[in-house]
């Protein structure tokens, strides 16, 4: 995998991120949040934690869609 396909999936994916976490800091108030019993104890804890989280998971759906794309075989004039 070139650097070329890793700029094709960690970009969207960071952006599917932002915005996800753009979501969650509009509709979630992490001092209600219980994740497994414990209460988180800060508000930017949580949203970095978030976005991460909503980051892998869109670099791993956007990973999935590359490995399946077709092979074009590409010109060997670049």
């Known amino acids: 995998m070139g650097m070329r396909s890793l700029m094709w999936i960690l970009w969207p994916s960071f952006l599917a991120a932002a ?3 753009a ?3 509009a509709l979630i108030d992490p001092l209600d949040v219980a994740i497994f019993g414990h ?3 800060g ?3 949580f949203y970095t934690v978030s976005f991460f989280v909503l980051w892998v998971m869109a670099g791993l759906s956007s990973a999935l869609t590359a490995y399946l794309m077709p092979k074009v075989e ?3 004039d670049f």
């Open 19 to 21: 915005a996800g976490s």
């Open 23 to 25: 979501l969650i800091f």
């Open 39 to 41: 209460v988180p104890s």
């Open 43 to 45: 508000r930017v804890g």
């Open 74 to 76: 590409e010109d060997e």
